[in-house]
């Protein structure tokens, strides 16, 4: 009688943390745990944060709101955004932006994080000494430790790189070169990244003057 009764009590329990997990919370407890990787700080019209489970989020205004990896972060038409990562980099979304936000370990060379811009513009500034950065568009990568650039997605891919200070190591499919200050660079689909060309880089980055005050 006894071994039926503990048989029973056993038998609810596991039914109590079946209905438990089946009804999201062991979701919502994974992400409590999640460990955020930096913050939405400003938004400027429609700026969207898609989360994992699909849940959406918004900022209007000035913020605080929490960013994890494999969120997806989105600007509409005449709206732009701030963000920064827990170690200081800092990046600007222009009107019509999306990227998710991701991450590599090797032993070799540690941990980087990875922005995968499907479409828009950003503006990064990595805040000082280095800090490992990626930016990986349909095209192009942009590899980044301690810059300041601007990087430009069009319709077709095309993704153009525009360094305001530092070195960024751009490259395609078909090889790697460095960028340097004040210059421009476009990478195209089937084609090495261009020779960098001198650029008078203020205009570039105007768009963020609103964002970033």
Do not use: H
């Not at 805040?127 to 069009?154: M, N, Y």
């Amino acid at each position: 009688m006894r071994v039926l009764s503990y048989l029973k009590r056993a038998l609810f329990g596991l039914g109590v943390l079946t209905l438990f997990l089946t009804s999201g919370g062991f979701a919502t407890s994974a992400l409590a745990e999640q460990e955020s990787v930096g913050t939405a700080k400003k938004g400027i019209g429609g700026f969207v944060i898609v989360r994992m489970d699909g849940i959406e989020e918004r900022l209007e205004g000035n913020g605080n709101l929490q960013l994890y990896e494999g969120d997806v972060l989105k600007t509409e038409a005449a709206s732009q955004a701030l963000i920064e990562f827990s170690n200081g980099i800092q990046v600007a979304l222009n009107e019509n932006t999306e990227f998710t936000i991701l991450s590599r370990w090797e032993k070799a060379s540690g941990f980087t994080r990875i922005l995968r811009l499907k479409q828009g513009e950003v503006w990064v500034d990595t805040q000082g000494g280095p800090k490992p950065l990626e930016i990986e568009t349909p095209v192009a990568t942009a590899a980044v430790k301690g810059t300041e650039f601007d990087l430009l997605v069009s319709p077709d891919g095309q993704s153009t790189l525009t360094v305001i200070k530092g070195v960024v190591e751009f490259g395609t499919a078909f090889g790697t070169c460095p960028i340097k200050t004040s210059t421009i660079s476009y990478g195209n689909r089937g084609k090495k990244c261009t020779k960098p060309a001198p650029l008078n880089v203020g205009p570039t980055v105007a768009w963020t003057n609103g964002i970033r005050q």
